[in-house]
């Protein structure tokens, strides 16, 4: 019954900001790990970020650390991910998704992850 809906994808400039939003129909994001991926034309889905309060964990990719910022707010049962100084190798698709193992640190791995949304695209272009 969990589903998660992305929205905010679009089209923005180098260097601009965009701020991705995942509803989720859970109870409380508490009993889940946060994962953001994103997935080119052709390329394999690749880990962005992760967040897990219960176990006090957070992890970027090496592409995005200091420029992306992921967050959840229980209250709002949004899951965000703002993304600034954009480059055009930041252009996917890009999924928010859930995992069930929210007690240990969080991961990147696609395949611990139990729910996924949509997806939404981001092109980063002059």
């Known amino acids: 019954q969990v589903q998660l809906v992305e929205s905010g994808g679009g089209l923005v400039q180098p260097g601009g900001p965009l701020r991705l939003s995942c509803g989720a129909s859970?109870?409380?994001?508490?009993?889940?790990?946060i994962g953001w991926f994103r997935q080119a034309p052709g390329k394999e889905r690749e880990g962005v970020s992760c967040?897990?309060?219960?176990?006090?964990?957070?992890n970027y990719a090496d592409s995005v650390k200091g420029r992306f910022t992921v967050s959840g707010d229980n209250a709002k049962k949004t899951v965000y991910l703002q993304m600034n100084s954009l480059k055009p190798e930041d252009t996917a698709v890009y999924y928010c998704?859930?995992?069930?193992?929210?007690?240990?640190?969080?991961?990147?791995?696609?395949?611990?992850?139990?729910?996924w949304g949509q997806g939404t695209q981001v092109t980063v272009s002059s």
């Open positions: 859970v109870g409380s994001l508490n009993y889940y790990a």
């Open positions: 967040l897990s309060r219960s176990a006090g964990s957070i």
């Open positions: 998704a859930l995992s069930r193992v929210y007690v240990s640190p969080c991961s990147t791995w696609p395949y611990e992850y139990d729910y």
